[in-house]
């Protein structure tokens, strides 16, 4: 009776066991499935921070004579660089097993927000760009009408001088 009892014990804790194995085994691909998940998006992060980052490299050398735009730089590179910690930081935590989910969601909405106020200053800094063209080629139209009108004033004053010349010689 003894050995029928220990034995019925032993059997119930190998099925605890059993469903205690599963649900760690579950437990263990969902957090593998949310680790991959993490990781494309990490991946698409840093895409999209690439392709923020060269799009701000042609927004500088466009604007690299504007004194305006150089603060619009400096901005954009220091948030830049501030998402460019993000995603180490969320590189670095999606690599750390055992940490509350919670932190993730933080982490990336953190992550979004600052990504999403870089396409704002970026587009900011586009139109300001395109502004600035459009005035710098506003102002030099008219500097090249100018020029034009003091080309002829230029010209016609050499013809006055030529004519007033010719007066003082025939007189």
Not at 101 to 113: M, R, S
Not at 141 to 152: F, G, H, L, P, Y
């Amino acid at each position: 009776l003894h050995s029928s009892v220990s034995e019925v014990q032993w059997e119930a804790e190998f099925f605890s066991l059993q469903d205690n194995n599963s649900k760690l085994v579950a437990a263990l691909h969902e957090a593998n499935a949310n680790v991959d998940q993490w990781k494309k998006q990490l991946a698409a992060y840093q895409e999209e921070t690439e392709t923020l980052r060269q799009r701000v490299t042609e927004l500088e050398s466009q604007g690299a004579h504007d004194s305006s735009s150089e603060n619009n730089k400096e901005e954009l590179s220091q948030t830049l660089e501030e998402l460019e910690l993000l995603i180490k930081a969320k590189d670095e935590h999606v690599s750390v097993p055992g940490q509350p989910p919670h932190c993730n969601c933080v982490l990336w909405q953190e992550l979004e927000a600052r990504n999403a106020e870089l396409e704002r200053r970026l587009h900011l800094a586009e139109q300001t760009l395109a502004e600035t063209l459009s005035e710098r080629e506003k102002i030099q139209n008219e500097v090249t009408k100018v020029a034009e009108i003091m080309d002829v004033k230029i010209f016609e004053l050499s013809e006055i001088r030529q004519g007033l010349a010719k007066l003082v010689e025939s007189n």
